[in-house]
């Protein structure tokens, strides 16, 4: 096929996309092909929806990748593919808030350099870390920070079936500030403004602009950052934001406007309290969260997404680190837990996120363990992974529960939950949308 021609499709595909608003980039995430064939899940203990009791003897009958029926006692149905988890406990596919996907997992500063890695490079680290997060349980994820390229490419990968992975709702790029946390440090301008010169914004306007751009490459939410890192002294207990109050505004604005949900990555106070009073939908990390913030919380119906994993590495790190961040590295660990805790206690609604990326991926699951030490009863930490995250999401019509008419994504393990999150961390069985990815032994 000659050159014009095919550029003659691409504009005809292009026309057909502005005039009738055929977006290829955004197709809704159920759309990925399922095992259309007729699938009766038989649990020993089914915990079809967490917070209610679980069921004994019960039967989750498939059809097309999603559930037809949940069933009392072991049904028997003529033609149908029976799976044995009658020694198992069975509950809904796990949902982390905060992920990476594309992020290489626990490497140092020189390999990670952003100006020596491409972004074929990180999608396929994506499609590494995909499996290990799938094997773990997680259905779903969402990633709140990435190369563009990388994740909407492994996004919709994923979705076609192409590769294997959870179901991904991606950020796209972190938005914000100049010499913010998005930002780099140490490269010329040259570089720096390749590497995240169209995802920082300074003002309102150009911060429209930024949300846009993302929603244009295919974000399902928008994700910004309203305080520095946990690295650096802009992450610290009382650093001032990073972002100013008409800018998120505006960010909230035309993401609302665009239908998008705003997450705020936020340590400090000051901009907790800024991303809350601006109207956004989650905070990232909440560290140093106080009871002004957590009011707004609840006034607000926000949720609250802890990653108190990072927590670990911290602890792993501190020794060796340099004497100068040793401080802050221990004002979170010995502040961090009692804050988020406190917030629970408050009733702010949790939705789980570890930071996977941050934290080696696949180990997602050792969140429910910080849940738990927190003060969380076990159902309590696993209602953070199921209907929790599919509320932030905004997407308990399909996922977070085992209910007739939502999607067939099912897990098993071998352990009891309900009185050991541990169990959370040795999944056996994982079903996403009907197709099994990891058989029971
Ligand atoms: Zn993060």
């Given amino acids: 096929m000659s050159i014009s021609r095919n550029l003659r499709l691409l504009t005809c595909a292009a026309l057909l996309a502005q005039c009738f608003g055929v977006k290829a980039a955004v197709a809704p995430r159920t759309a990925?092909?399922?095992?259309?064939?007729?699938?009766v899940i038989h649990a020993g203990t089914l915990i079809a929806i967490p917070g209610h009791l679980p069921m004994r003897q019960a039967s989750i009958v498939v059809r097309g990748g999603r559930i037809e029926s949940v069933r009392e006692g072991y049904a028997q149905i003529a033609g149908a593919r029976v799976i044995d988890l009658k020694q198992k406990t069975v509950l809904p596919g796990l949902i982390d808030c905060h992920v990476h996907l594309t992020t290489p997992t626990l490497r140092k500063d020189a390999e990670h350099d952003p100006a020596k890695l491409s972004a074929a490079d990180y999608a396929l680290a994506?499609?590494?870390?995909?499996?290990?997060?799938?094997?773990?349980?997680?259905?779903?994820?969402?990633?709140?920070?990435?190369?563009?390229?990388?994740?909407?490419?492994?996004?919709?990968?994923?979705?076609?079936?192409?590769?294997?992975?959870?179901?991904?709702?991606?950020?796209?790029?972190l938005i914000a500030a100049t010499g913010g946390h998005g930002d780099v440090r140490?490269?010329?301008?040259?570089?720096?403004?390749e590497l995240v010169g169209a995802s920082t914004c300074d003002g309102p306007f150009d911060c429209r602009r930024a949300v846009r751009l993302q929603v244009a490459h295919g974000a399902d939410v928008i994700k910004i950052a309203t305080t520095g890192g946990g690295g650096d002294s802009g992450g610290n207990e009382d650093a001032p934001a990073e972002m100013e109050a008409d800018e998120v505004r505006a960010i909230v604005e035309v993401a609302h406007s665009l239908g998008r949900k705003v997450a705020a990555h936020a340590h400090g106070v000051a901009g907790i309290l800024l991303a809350l009073r601006s109207g956004v939908d989650s905070i990232e990390h909440?560290?140093?969260?106080?009871?002004?913030?957590?009011?707004?919380?609840?006034?607000?119906?926000?949720?609250?997404?802890?990653?108190?994993?990072?927590?670990?590495?911290?602890?792993?790190?501190?020794?060796?680190?340099d004497p100068k961040d040793q401080p802050r590295m221990r004002a979170f660990l010995s502040e961090m837990p009692g804050n988020i805790g406190a917030a629970h206690r408050a009733g702010v609604r949790i939705?789980?996120?570890?930071?996977?990326?941050?934290?080696?991926?696949?180990?997602?699951?050792?969140?429910?363990?910080?849940?738990?030490?927190?003060?969380?009863?076990?159902?309590?930490?696993?209602?953070t992974a199921t209907v929790n995250a599919a509320h932030l999401l905004g997407q308990d019509?399909?996922?977070?529960?085992?209910?007739?008419?939502?999607?067939?994504?099912?897990?098993?393990?071998?352990?009891?939950?309900?009185n050991n999150v541990a169990a959370l961390g040795k999944i056996v069985f994982v079903m996403k949308q009907g197709t099994v990815y990891r058989s029971a032994p």
């Avoid at 910080?370 to 930490?381: E, K, L, N």
């Avoid at 019509?397 to 309900?418: Q, R, Y």
């Fill in 32 to 39: 990925q092909p399922s095992d259309t064939s007729l699938i």
């Fill in 126 to 173: 994506g499609v590494v870390h995909s499996r290990q997060t799938l094997d773990a349980g997680f259905t779903t994820v969402r990633d709140v920070g990435a190369d563009t390229e990388a994740i909407f490419a492994l996004r919709n990968a994923i979705q076609q079936g192409q590769v294997v992975g959870p179901r991904i709702f991606a950020a796209g790029r």
């Fill in 186 to 193: 140490g490269y010329p301008d040259a570089i720096r403004d």
């Fill in 286 to 321: 909440g560290s140093f969260i106080n009871s002004e913030a957590i009011s707004l919380l609840r006034s607000q119906d926000a949720t609250l997404v802890p990653t108190l994993s990072v927590l670990d590495r911290v602890a792993k790190e501190l020794p060796d680190a």
């Fill in 351 to 383: 939705a789980f996120g570890t930071d996977a990326g941050v934290i080696e991926h696949g180990t997602n699951a050792g969140e429910f363990g910080w849940y738990v030490r927190i003060g969380m009863t076990p159902v309590a930490a696993l209602q």
């Fill in 397 to 418: 019509k399909d996922i977070g529960t085992l209910e007739a008419g939502k999607l067939a994504d099912v897990i098993a393990t071998d352990g009891d939950p309900l």
